[in-house]
C-alpha cells in the first residue's frame, strides 16, 4: 500500500492544526509507505527536520491565491484572535487553489495507479470541499478525509462572548453547504473521520455509514516526556494555558477562584496572552488576588510542560473549545483537567481523569466551577490518584503512534478502537 497523505497545513514549528497536520502525517508515514504534500510555505519546516523533497513530500506553491486570501482574513476578522469563522471560510475558499495545483502536478501518477489511497489530513474544517473527491472515485482510488472538527455551536447564554469575539460569520455558518463540491465530496470520500461528537452530527444521515470517530489531536511522548513532579498540598496550583480570549473564559476561572485564592488555598497561573489579558489584571486587582494569580505571558510550546509538571491541575472553562490539545498535553504530563462540559475538551476527559463541569448559562459556569475548585481544595489527595489515571490514559490511548494504527486500520478495511473513537 502507498498511500498519499495531503496536509496543507503541516509544520513542525508551530502548534495548533500545522502542528496537527505534521504530527499526524508523519505518523501514518511510519507505518505505511506514503508520500505527503503540504504547503510551500512549510516546505523550509520540513526540510529542517530531514526529509527529503520528492522522495518523502512536496511542497506545493498557492500562494497567489493564499497570500491574498490571508489580507482579506486579516481585514474581515476584527482584530488578532478573533473572527476565527470567518478566518476558516476565507481558507476554505483559497484551498480550492491547492488542490488545483495538486491534480496537475499528481494526475498521471494518481491515475497510473501509483498510490492505494488517498487521504486528505488538513484542512481540519468540515466546511472545506474537495474537488479531488470525484476525480479519485473516477479513478478507482478511495479518498479518505480527516480527522475533521470544527462548527461547534455557540452554547446558550454566552451571546457577549461571541460579539466579543467578532464571529459574527458564524450566524451564516450554513451557506458552507452551497460550496462548490461540497455534495460530491461527501458521496465519493469512502470514509470520513469525525474529531469530535458535535462535527459527525453534521454530516448528513445520507454518509453517516462513512463515519468514524477519531479525535484529530494527539501527543508526542518525546516532545512532553515530563511528568508532574509535586504532591497536592495547600495551596493548589492550578494553570490555565492557552489565548487570553472571551470564548476561553479566563475571567469566569479567576472569578470562581476568588475565594479560595484570598483564603491561601488556591494559586492560578495564567501561560498565555491575548486581548483580555489586561482585563483579567484589572479584575485580579479589583479582588484583591495579585499575590495569588500569576500571568507568565506567552512561553514556547516546548516549555509549557515545565510550567504543567510543578502544577496541580489545569483548568480550562472554556465554551467553544473544537479539539482541546492542551488537555491531552496536560494529562500527558499527569495534571488532572477540570474542564467545561461542551465540546472537544469535555469529550477527552475519562472518569477518573478530571472533572467536567456542567452549565447552561455563565452564571451557572462560574457557580459549578467554583463548586469544582471547592471540593478539590478540600480533597486534594485525589489529584495525586488522578494524576496517574490521567497519564496512563493518554500513553495508552492518544499518541500520534496509537492514532496512526488506528487509521491505517481504516485503510485496510478494519475498524478503529479505544476511548479515542467513542
Given at each position: ?320 473549545e473544537f479539539g482541546g490539545g492542551v488537555v491531552l498535553e496536560a494529562m500527558a ?51 495525586d490518584s488522578m494524576s496517574i489515571q490521567a497519564r496512563d490514559h493518554i500513553l ?27
Open positions: 500500500m502507498k498511500v498519499l497523505l495531503i496536509a496543507e497545513q503541516a509544520n513542525p514549528e508551530w502548534v495548533s492544526v500545522p502542528l496537527i497536520g505534521w504530527s499526524l502525517s508523519r505518523a501514518i508515514s511510519r507505518v505505511v509507505d506514503a508520500h505527503i504534500v503540504t504547503q510551500m510555505r512549510n516546505r523550509d519546516a520540513f526540510l529542517r527536520q530531514g526529509m527529503i523533497e520528492g522522495e518523502q513530500f512536496t511542497a506545493i506553491d498557492s500562494e497567489y491565491v493564499a497570500a491574498r486570501a490571508n489580507k482579506v482574513a486579516s481585514f474581515l476578522r476584527g482584530g488578532d484572535g478573533k473572527g476565527w469563522t470567518t478566518v476558516t471560510a476565507i481558507q476554505s475558499l483559497a484551498y480550492y487553489a491547492f488542490e488545483h495545483e495538486l491534480w496537475k502536478l499528481f494526475r498521471h501518477r494518481i491515475q497510473s495507479g501509483e498510490f492505494s489511497l488517498v487521504h486528505r489530513i488538513t484542512p481540519l474544517s468540515p466546511t472545506t470541499p474537495s474537488i479531488l473527491a470525484k476525480r479519485l472515485s473516477r479513478c478507482g482510488v478511495p479518498f479518505f478525509l480527516g480527522p475533521l472538527n470544527g462548527g461547534l455551536p455557540w452554547p446558550s447564554g454566552f451571546e457577549d462572548r461571541r460579539r466579543a469575539e467578532g464571529d459574527w460569520l458564524s450566524y451564516l455558518r450554513f451557506v458552507y453547504r452551497l460550496l462548490p463540491g461540497r455534495t460530491s465530496t461527501l458521496k465519493h470520500t469512502s470514509k470520513i473521520i469525525a474529531g469530535s461528537g458535535a462535527t459527525a452530527a453534521q454530516i448528513p444521515k445520507r454518509y453517516q455509514s462513512k463515519v468514524v470517530r477519531i479525535a484529530e489531536n494527539g501527543i508526542d511522548p518525546q516532545r512532553f516526556s515530563k511528568t508532574r513532579v509535586r504532591s497536592a498540598s495547600i495551596p493548589l496550583i492550578g494553570v490555565f494555558v492557552g489565548r487570553l480570549v472571551p470564548y476561553k473564559c479566563p475571567d469566569v476561572l479567576i472569578r470562581s477562584a476568588a475565594d479560595l485564592v484570598r483564603r491561601g488555598r488556591l494559586k492560578l497561573v495564567f501561560v498565555g496572552d491575548g486581548p483580555m489579558r489586561e482585563e483579567l489584571d484589572e479584575i485580579a486587582l479589583s479582588l484583591e488576588l495579585a499575590d495569588g494569580v500569576q500571568f507568565v505571558g506567552w512561553m514556547e510550546h516546548s516549555l509549557v510542560q515545565d510550567i504543567l509538571v510543578e502544577s496541580d491541575f489545569l483548568a480550562l472553562p472554556s465554551i467553544r504530563c499527569g495534571l488532572p483537567v477540570v474542564v467545561a462540559n461542551y465540546g472537544g475538551p469535555a469529550e477527552l476527559v475519562e472518569p477518573g481523569t478530571g472533572i467536567k463541569v456542567d452549565f447552561n448559562d455563565a452564571q451557572s459556569l462560574e457557580e459549578n466551577l467554583k463548586n469544582a475548585l471547592v471540593f478539590l481544595t478540600e480533597n486534594p489527595t485525589i489529584l495508552a490511548h492518544f499518541t500520534w503512534a496509537a492514532k496512526a494504527r488506528d487509521i491505517v486500520a481504516l485503510y485496510s478495511g478494519g475498524s478503529a478502537s479505544g476511548p479515542a473513537q467513542r
